[in-house]
């Protein structure tokens, strides 16, 4: 794991995160985090500007004011956007022109959580290096660096927020396509899209059935969204829908389900849209950027088109400064954060879902018999709590893992890392015998049980 990822004492593998009112994720860290981050972006002698959006949490009634009132003290003027989805935020930073983007959201977490997303002025997410830049400035002493008070920033709302982002998402359709005749069921998760998806949506000519578009601020994700997909898949079959889409509670993420209830994850949704602008001559990069978690049957389903699988850290972040850096314009993660870097700097659930449902029109065939891709090959993912220490540096550790690798001998793939978020060591393998790749995790699990 990369070095920087493991000293950073606020931020994780996405942001700042945590239960809210408790910290890090407090009104006292929020106001320090937008005096760093607004000293780290002051860059003139001109009015600088930030974007703030939220999802539907309680705690962003908290977390919002804070935040600006860090920013105005040091003479920077806020825009405010209310619930909107993270890729909205990302999308209005560029438009507006601003200095600086920042989400409220825990995204797919209960609402007890919050956390706090920063986007730069290209409207990609912060590196590594950055967000250490701002720690230590929330560190230092930031009274010192106080704007005089005839220079402080000013707070609006930009009542049409909305309005732009339901338009240029709409503009990522192809034109002359409609979604007449066309039945959706979607899952809003209670969260920042409630609004905009079912507008989108509808505006294109599609047929609605809608689920969690009603947030009462402790709802968010609850029974609902990208992660608890029992109530999208009744939803979809019963109402007799064509396809089911869920987003999660900040909708920078994507999960399907075809006609039938059968779900259709990030790692599918990859090789749909990459087969068909592969062959429509629109995929950039010879391939697909996805993390260390996609399945296997993703990237022999690549190959067998001609296409490169490359893989990053876990965190669309670093699929987002790969593709980047690659000249790739797909990428994403299993989880569902699809990138389309054509559109967006960032995991857009709404635009991943017009573009799936681009596909689906054009063919003219059922979900089921075009989003099912490839067969995955058994994964299994377990997590091992540990209390301080370097468990993967025991010796009885290191012989679990060299044994579990020599039992898969080039059928699988095994992967341990560090939890950017908890105190947790994740272990998965995944090969073409389920029976075996349960054998090697468990074995790996309990040598580091006994470290731990």
Known sequence: MDGSRMT??????????GRANAYPMTAEVALKLGMAAALQFRRGNYRHRVVIGKDTRLSGYMLEPALTSGFVSMGMDVVLVGPMPTPAVAMLTRS?????????SASHNPFEDNGIKLFGPDGY????????????KMDSDLVTELEPSDMLGRARRLEDARGRYTEYVKQTFPRGLRLDGFKIALDC???????????????LGAEITTIGVSPDGT?????????????LQSQTVAAGADIGLALDGDADRLIVCDQNGRVI???QIMALIAEDWHLTGRLNGGGVVATVMSNLGLERYLNGLGLGLKRTPVGDRYVAEAMRAEAYNLGGEQ???LIFDDYATTGDGLIAALQVLAVLVSSGKPASEICSKFEAL??????????????????SVKKAITDAEEKLNGTGRLLIRKSGTEPLIRVMAEGEDLVLVETVVDGICDAITQQA
């Open 189 to 203: 998760a209670n969260g920042a899209a409630y609004k905009v998806a079912p507008e989108v949506l509808w505006e």
């Open 8 to 17: 950073r004492k606020y931020f994780g593998t996405d942001g700042i995160r």
């Open 265 to 267: 994850d990030g790692d």
């Open 96 to 104: 507006l022109r601003a200095d600086l983007g920042v989400m409220i």
């Open 335 to 337: 989880s569902g954060h």
């Open 378 to 395: 058994p994964q299994i993912l377990k997590n091992v709590r540990f209390n301080g220490g370097q468990p993967l540096e025991a010796a």
């Open 219 to 231: 709802n968010i994700n609850k029974d609902c969204g990208s992660t608890h997909l029992d109530a």
């Open 125 to 136: 997410k912060l590196s590594d290096s950055v967000e250490i830049e701002i720690e230590e």
